[in-house]
């Protein structure tokens, strides 16, 4: 089957109307009536630490909220998960909820947060107990990234490994080429439903983190693939293949 990546030009965060230019997209290109109303929607967002959504670092609230509610009506019970390095206990997760706006998210529409308490290991990759139990909605930012070059949907699925692993991966795998290959890892064990990438806000300069600068690009990336999702926009970006 041929795979798609639909952009879409959104120049604010106002959920009422990413909601409905995602839900007309997802209707018109995708097979969202393949979901079935007993399935659980798992959001996956980059809640990589406690940083206002201003700062272009997590994936913006408004995106969480409008992607969740359009799975809601259709029936869904809508969930949220991230396992950030160093936050693993559920104080210093609700922090995070918190800081990025997903709290008040969550609150005001019924979704339910979840938390890495424990880990399965699949292919030896050690993944929190979320990853195969849900329909996953992976919802990345983009962002520049000083090891992968980018940090778009593939690499958000580093989320789901499963707590200090996440730094033993890193002090194991300090080179990109290494690295990379688990990430590749990751992409053949976690199937995400769909890729919806945050950039009406982006991340560049010295990312994933507070180095960068937040970088306005008014777009959403779609996409089933998550590897075909970036490729596509990294080639819209003219970004050389390493």
């Not at 995070?96 to 969550?106: A, L, N, P, R």
């Not at 880990?119 to 990759?125: P, S, T």
């Not at 989320?159 to 996440?166: A, L, P, S, V």
């Not at 199937?191 to 009406?200: Q, R, S």
Request: aromatic share 12%.
């Amino acid at each position: 089957m041929r795979k798609k990546v639909v952009i879409l030009s959104i120049s604010k965060y106002d959920a009422d109307l990413i909601k409905e230019k995602i839900s007309q997209a997802l209707y018109k290109y995708f097979s969202i009536d393949s979901i079935k109303k007993e399935d659980n929607i798992l959001l996956k967002p980059n809640l990589l630490m406690p940083a206002s959504p201003s700062l272009a670092i997590t994936t913006h609230p408004s995106i969480i909220e409008a992607v969740g509610c359009i799975f809601k009506e259709r029936g869904n019970s809508v969930f949220i998960a991230d396992c950030p390095g160093g936050f693993l206990n559920k104080n210093d997760l609700d922090y995070v909820y918190k800081e990025t706006g997903v709290f008040d998210v969550s609150l005001k529409n019924d979704f339910k947060l979840l938390y890495p308490d424990s880990f399965f290991v699949k292919n030896n990759l050690p993944l929190c107990w979320w990853v195969e139990q849900f329909k996953i909605i992976n919802i990345p930012k983009l962002k520049t990234h000083s090891l992968t070059t980018l940090s778009l949907s593939t690499k958000n699925l580093y989320g789901c490994i499963y707590g200090d692993f996440k730094s033993l991966f890193h002090l194991k795998f300090p080179k990109p080429k290494d690295f990379i290959k688990i990430i590749i890892d990751l992409y053949k064990n976690i199937k995400p439903f769909l890729n919806i990438v945050d950039g009406i806000l982006a991340l560049e300069g010295n990312g994933p983190a507070r180095g960068g600068r937040p970088k306005k690009l008014g777009l959403i990336f779609i996409g089933e693939d998550p590897l075909y999702t970036d490729y596509a926009i990294a080639k819209f970006f003219k970004i050389k293949d390493r």
